[in-house]
């Protein structure tokens, strides 16, 4: 199974940027995928989720500002993400879980991606 991240860079505060996360080696369709940030000597936190379903979840910090979705016949998910902040800043990995609904821990997931870089400058 792989997971490849992609999409990261360096933004302003206030810009926009998509994360894709491409899938290959497991059954798309049949897993809930999530996205988690890890700032600077932070732990890593739940940022969006989504279900086998389309059912997208959010942390309270990103509410209004991303956007989570899938598109199974490209085995992708994206992150938009916009109104961006200098505390965005950090790595985001997408992860996949076999379950109907996404988790809100990272020990809830299967598989990870390697990261891709989001740096938001003030």
């Known amino acids: 199974v792989q997971l490849q991240a992609s999409g990261g860079g360096l933004v302003q505060a206030g810009g926009s940027l998509r994360l894709s996360c491409a899938a290959s080696?497991?059954?798309?369709?049949?897993?809930?995928m999530g996205w988690f940030h890890q700032a600077p000597g932070k732990e890593r936190e739940f940022v969006a989720g989504i279900s086998i379903a389309g059912t997208a979840y959010y942390a309270d910090s990103v509410k209004g500002r991303f956007t989570i979705s899938r598109d199974n016949a490209k085995n992708t998910v994206y992150l938009q993400m916009s109104s961006l902040k200098p505390e965005d800043t950090g790595v985001y990995y997408c992860?996949?879980?076999?379950?109907?609904?996404?988790?809100?821990?990272?020990?809830?997931?299967?598989?990870w991606g390697q990261g891709t870089q989001v740096t938001v400058s003030s």
């Open positions: 080696g497991l059954t798309f369709c049949s897993y809930a």
């Open positions: 992860a996949a879980t076999f379950r109907t609904r996404p988790s809100y821990t990272g020990s809830g997931y299967d598989y």
